[in-house]
């Protein structure tokens, strides 16, 4: 026998081998295929959902676990993981701003008509975290579009209930509680497994075309605000001043009211006490009056010399006026 028909009956035998055992092959290779496929990892911020025959069986922890192979499927839902739409403007991968207009009717989703029929440009973010992964995934078709959607109409109704005023200026956090309230009650009823953490309302402008228009009446109102309060702070000033005063005359004029009353109560008690001694002795009362007044009214009087009527000769009266003249000259 030669080595060519020797090599030739070796893989004919070979052949014959992996024929018979082919089947225990194919059984081995699906056996392994299956037991592969019937184990699979949950990561930590996730939860399986596993349905059997596309029905819901069970929901699995994060770790390792197992599902029956071709039987049952998984869909891994990350709910720890914090999710955020953006409307109005979408943030791209390099961290820079763009704005967005809804393809299809060509509709900008941020353009909002206000309650007084004004227009504004309103740039939100809603942060949302799945809380029911059961809901999420069958109870609403594309729930990620229908959440997009509840959120634009929940935005359009509240901003429509507001004047433009209220919307760029003060009303912003009233507007971003009100909207999350809103969405998470729609959520809510849709059964759509979602909960809304946070609204930010990201920036508020007017349209472009009335941009100008709205920046100066931001501006006089401003300037109002700064008159009013340069108004206030100088009434604060003199308003309070001027109402020390009066009050600081009014009660001088009461203090010297009771002064005046007092000294007139002195003088009538000091009066009724001197008439009572004046009773007791007149003439002795009326001399001790007499002197007492004298007393204080010739000081005042001055360098006068009173004679009485009889005194015709004034000529010691110029003698004495003669001698003072005299002493003052000396004295200087």
């Given at each position: 026998?030669?080595?060519?028909?020797?090599?030739?009956?070796?893989?004919?035998?070979?052949?014959?081998?992996l024929l018979k055992n082919f089947k225990l092959i194919a059984l081995m290779l699906v056996v392994a295929i299956m037991f592969s496929s019937a184990f699979f990892t949950v990561d930590p911020e996730e939860v399986g959902v596993i349905v059997r025959f596309g029905k819901y069986v069970r929901t699995v922890e994060p770790g390792l676990?197992?599902?029956?192979?071709?039987?049952?499927?998984?869909?891994?839902?990350?709910?720890?993981?914090?999710?955020k739409m953006e409307f109005g403007f979408r943030t791209t991968s390099a961290g820079v701003k763009s704005s967005y207009t809804r393809k299809g009717g060509g509709v900008d989703e941020a353009l909002m008509l206000t309650g007084?029929?004004?227009?504004?440009?309103v740039e939100w973010v809603v942060q949302y975290r799945i809380d029911n992964p059961y809901n999420y995934l069958f109870?609403?078709?594309?729930?990620?579009?229908?959440?997009?959607?509840?959120?634009?109409s929940a935005m359009r109704q509240i901003v429509g209930d507001r004047t433009v005023n209220e919307v760029l200026t003060v009303g912003r956090s009233e507007i971003s509680s009100k909207l999350q309230e809103l969405m998470q009650q729609v959520c809510r009823e849709y059964s759509l497994g979602v909960k809304i953490e946070q609204v930010v309302l990201q920036d508020v402008n007017p349209p472009e075309p009335v941009k100008a228009a709205f920046n100066a009446v931001n501006?006089?109102?401003?300037?109002?605000?700064?008159?009013i309060n340069k108004a206030e702070a100088e009434y604060n000033k003199v308003i309070p001043k001027a109402a020390g005063q009066a009050k600081e005359t009014i009660q001088m004029a009461e203090g010297y009211a009771t002064e005046r009353v007092n000294n007139a109560k002195g003088d009538v008690a000091r009066f009724n006490a001197l008439y009572k001694e004046y009773i007791k002795a007149p003439e002795v009362t009326r001399r001790r009056i007499y002197l007492e007044t004298m007393e204080d009214v010739m000081p005042r009087l001055g360098q006068k010399i009173i004679t009485d009527q009889n005194g015709n000769n004034v000529l010691p009266l110029l003698q004495m006026q003669l001698?003072?003249?005299?002493?003052?000259?000396?004295?200087?």
């Open positions: 026998m030669t080595s060519k028909q020797f090599n030739l009956n070796s893989s004919n035998d070979l052949i014959d081998k676990n197992y599902k029956i192979p071709l039987a049952e499927s998984v869909y891994k839902v990350a709910v720890e993981r914090q999710q007084d029929l004004n227009l504004a440009d109870k609403v078709r594309n729930p990620e579009v229908t959440l997009r959607d509840i959120s634009e501006e006089a109102q401003q300037e109002k605000k700064t008159l001698s003072q003249s005299k002493t003052a000259s000396n004295g200087q």
